[in-house]
């Protein structure tokens, strides 16, 4: 029933701009942080941003600050990654992933199936 569920992926040019989004269901943004994170071929998976339960608190990887945002809405159970001035070096497979408060990965996590992104010309 705990779910998270990621969409918003497709091709955009280099400099463009795409929303993911990360729809939660079975539990509520009150109690659980939400990470993005994203696996390109034959790399490892790497953090790019978390918002804390409160939605107080915000981290970005250094490759994507300034350029990512992380955002959610609570009425919609749904957080959101503005990525903007993308480059290719974002192309991969960007997964949503709800910890137990903190921004902190345990073994009760619930993670996406993920959404593709391509920034390609």
Known sequence: QLRVVE???GLVQPGGSLRL???A???SLD???I???RQAPGKER???SCISSSGAYTNYADSVKGR???SRDVAKNTVYLQMNSLKPEDTA???CAAFEGVCVEGPNDYWGQGTQVTVSS
């Open 46 to 48: 790497e953090g790019v």
């Open 35 to 37: 990470g993005w994170f």
């Open 25 to 27: 269901s079975g539990f």
């Open 7 to 9: 969409s918003g992926g």
């Open 31 to 33: 109690y659980y942080a």
């Open 68 to 70: 990512f945002t992380i």
């Open 21 to 23: 989004s990360c729809a």
């Open 93 to 95: 497979i960007y997964y």
